[in-house]
Nanobody
């Protein structure tokens, strides 16, 4: 079955950077779009970014545009989220998700999620 494992979260000061990783196993990673989401305490899970199967297309939430960069390394079955200029409002648990269908954009529908990694930005 498909498994996703996120890592790279932590505590960082405002203005700092972190890089999140999500390793996927149990499927041919290179054929699937991927997404990143986050959930802050007391709030709904929200879209952050997505990348299509070929890395030819990406999309970002307005709140992170220009600060976050999504990328993937198909040889390592890994999708990344580089987060720069972090703000306190970026504090959340970050989740990766994989498209259910082949050759997708990363916009879903999703059929598997990781367990999440905590990002805390101190001001």
């Amino acid at each position: 079955h498909v498994q996703l494992v996120e890592s790279g979260g932590g505590l960082v000061q405002a203005g700092g950077s972190l890089r999140l990783s999500c390793v996927v196993s149990g499927r041919t990673f290179s054929r699937y779009g991927m997404g990143w989401f986050r959930q802050a305490p007391g709030k709904d899970r929200e879209f952050v970014s997505r990348i299509n199967w070929s890395s030819g297309s990406t999309r970002y939430a307005d709140s992170v545009k220009g600060r976050f960069t999504i990328s993937r390394d198909n040889a390592k079955n890994t999708v990344y989220l580089q987060m720069n200029s972090l703000k306190s409002e970026d504090t959340a648990v970050y989740y990766c998700a994989t498209d259910r269908n082949l050759w997708g954009s990363g916009d879903g529908p999703y059929d598997a999620w990781g367990q999440g990694t905590q990002v805390t930005v101190s001001s």
